[in-house]
C-alpha cells in the first residue's frame, strides 16, 4: 500500500521560479526522503529528515516536515530547465527497512 | 566505479514465457529491493532482501519470485502467473540496517520489460 501522497500531481513554471512540492502519510516514520526520476531512468536520493528534525538544507533545497500534520515538502528555490523531472517522497516505517513511496509530482521547468 | 546495474535496459516477452531481471551491485550493500512502476504511477514494491539467503515479499509479490544466493545479485523472474507483467522495473541496494530505517536507496536504471 502507498503511504505516501504528493501534491501537486504536476508543476510547470519558469526558470528562476521557486516550485513547492507536498507529500503527506499515514503512519507514524522514522525518516522521510526525497528522490528525483528522470524519465525512463532510475530514481536518485535528494535528501532525507528524519522525525526529530523539522527543517533541511541542501544546497538549492528545502526539506521540511511536520510530524504532528503527518506531512513534508520540498521547496526548489531558483528553478533551472535541468530540474525537469519527477519528484517522490519515501517514509520509511519504524523498524523495517521499507521505504513506502509516494505517488509523485511531475515537475516541469520552461527556459 | 561503484553502483548498481539492471540488464538488460529493454526486454521484450512472449505472453506464457518467464523472464529473469538482472541486478548487481557493488556497493557492499546488505539490502536489496525489487520495484514495480507504472505509467505516470509510483513505485510499489515486488520483493526485498535484507541478507543473503533470506527474502521477504514486498506489496505486490503475486507472479514474481527472486533469489539472493550472493550479496552482490538479485534477480527477479516474472513468471507467466504475473497477469499484466509490462512496466518498469527499478532495483535498489541500501546499507540495511537490520530495522532502524536509515535507508537511503541507490536505484539502478530500471529495466522496462514489455510484453507481446
Known amino acids: 500500500s502507498q503511504q505516501g501522497e504528493e501534491d501537486p500531481q504536476a508543476l510547470s513554471i519558469q526558470e528562476g521560479e521557486n516550485a513547492t512540492m507536498n507529500c503527506s502519510y499515514k503512519?507514524?516514520?522514522?525518516?522521510l526522503q526525497w528522490y528525483r526520476q528522470n524519465s525512463g531512468r532510475g530514481l536518485v536520493h535528494l535528501i532525507l529528515i528524519r522525525s526529530n528534525e523539522r527543517e533541511k538544507h541542501s544546497g538549492r533545497l528545502r526539506v521540511t516536515l511536520d510530524t504532528s500534520k503527518k506531512s513534508s515538502s520540498l521547496l526548489i528555490t531558483a528553478s533551472r530547465a535541468a530540474d525537469t523531472a519527477s519528484y517522490f517522497c519515501a517514509t520509511a516505517p519504524y523498524n523495517t527497512d521499507k521505504l513506502i513511496f509516494g505517488t509523485g509530482t511531475r515537475l516541469q521547468v520552461f527556459p | 566505479d561503484g553502483g548498481i546495474t539492471q540488464s538488460p535496459k529493454y526486454l521484450f516477452r512472449k505472453e506464457g514465457q518467464n523472464v529473469t531481471l538482472s541486478c548487481e551491485q557493488n556497493?557492499?550493500?546488505?539490502?536489496m529491493y525489487w520495484y514495480r512502476q507504472d505509467p505516470g504511477q509510483g513505485l510499489r514494491l515486488i520483493y526485498y532482501?535484507?541478507?543473503?539467503?533470506?527474502?521477504q515479499k514486498g506489496d505486490i509479490a503475486e507472479g514474481y519470485s527472486v533469489s539472493r544466493e550472493k550479496k552482490e545479485s538479485f534477480p527477479l523472474t516474472v513468471t507467466s502467473a504475473q497477469k499484466n507483467p509490462t512496466a518498469f522495473y527499478l532495483c535498489a541496494s541500501s546499507i540495511g540496517t537490520g530495522g532502524r530505517g536509515y535507508n537511503e536507496q541507490f536505484f539502478g536504471p530500471g529495466t522496462r520489460l514489455t510484453v507481446l
Open positions: 556497493l557492499n550493500h546488505d539490502a
Open positions: 532482501s535484507q541478507i543473503v539467503n533470506d527474502f
Open positions: 503512519t507514524s516514520i522514522n525518516n
